[in-house]
Structures are given as structure tokens and as C-alpha cells.
């Protein structure tokens, strides 16, 4: 079964930087895009940034320049390092990542989601 863990959410002040990271971990075959969303209060959860296997990257519009997205093959791990926040990044931000895994000996290919780590841009 394949499973991602978040770590890196917290308080920072307005300015500040924080740094998320994700980990995948089970019987993964193959990781395609691996990405962050972030939902905040009475908003919908939108894309924050994403990475593919073959090394594209898209952000979107109001994180352009103080977000930068990456990813560590070897450790099947992303991070989303966060500069320059505000306080409209408040919001939980939940991993994403499209894996290919083998589950009862068959391969299989799906979505999988990790549990959400909460950010909170405030003075």
C-alpha cells in the first residue's frame, strides 16, 4: 500500500520561509507527477505546484517566484520550499502524487494523496 507523509507546516510570519516535504513510501514501481494543492477556508483546493518524472514543473500565477518545487527520485520525496510568505498562503497544503505500484502482484496506477499539513502566514 502506498502511502505519503508530509512534514514541514507550521506558523511564520509575513516574509518568512518554510519548507514542506513529502515522502512516499510502498511497493512503488514508478512516480510520475508528484505536486503540492493547498485549501484554505470557504476556498476551493487548488494547485500550488507540480513536478513530472521527466523533469517539468508548473506553478501557479500568485506563488510565481517565491515558491520553488523539487523533487529527490532516490528518497521518492518532494519539497516545496516556500519563500517570501503571505498571508493569503495561509491554507492546508496536501501532497499529491500519481504512482505506478504493485499491489496483490499486479500493477496498478493511481492518485494518492497525503493527509495535509497546515501553513499559517501571520504576525
Known amino acids: 500500500q502506498v502511502q505519503l507523509v508530509e512534514s514541514g507546516g507550521g506558523l511564520v510570519q509575513p516574509g518568512g520561509s518554510l519548507r514542506l516535504s513529502c515522502a512516499a513510501s510502498g511497493s512503488i514501481f514508478t512516480i510520475y507527477t508528484m505536486g503540492w494543492y493547498r485549501q484554505a477556508p470557504g476556498n476551493q483546493r487548488e494547485l500550488v505546484a507540480a513536478?513530472?518524472?521527466?523533469?517539468?514543473?508548473n506553478y501557479a500565477d500568485s506563488v510565481k517566484g517565491r515558491f520553488t518545487i523539487s523533487r529527490d527520485n532516490a528518497k521518492n520525496t518532494v519539497y516545496l520550499q516556500m519563500n517570501s510568505l503571505k498571508s493569503e498562503d495561509t491554507a492546508v497544503y496536501s501532497c499529491?502524487?500519481?504512482?505506478?505500484?504493485?499491489?496483490?502482484?499486479?500493477?496498478?496506477?493511481?492518485?494518492?494523496w497525503g493527509q495535509g499539513t497546515q501553513v499559517t502566514v501571520s504576525s
Open positions: 499529491y502524487a500519481n504512482i505506478g505500484a504493485i499491489a496483490s502482484g499486479r500493477y496498478g496506477r493511481g492518485d494518492y
Open positions: 513536478s513530472t518524472s521527466g523533469g517539468s514543473t
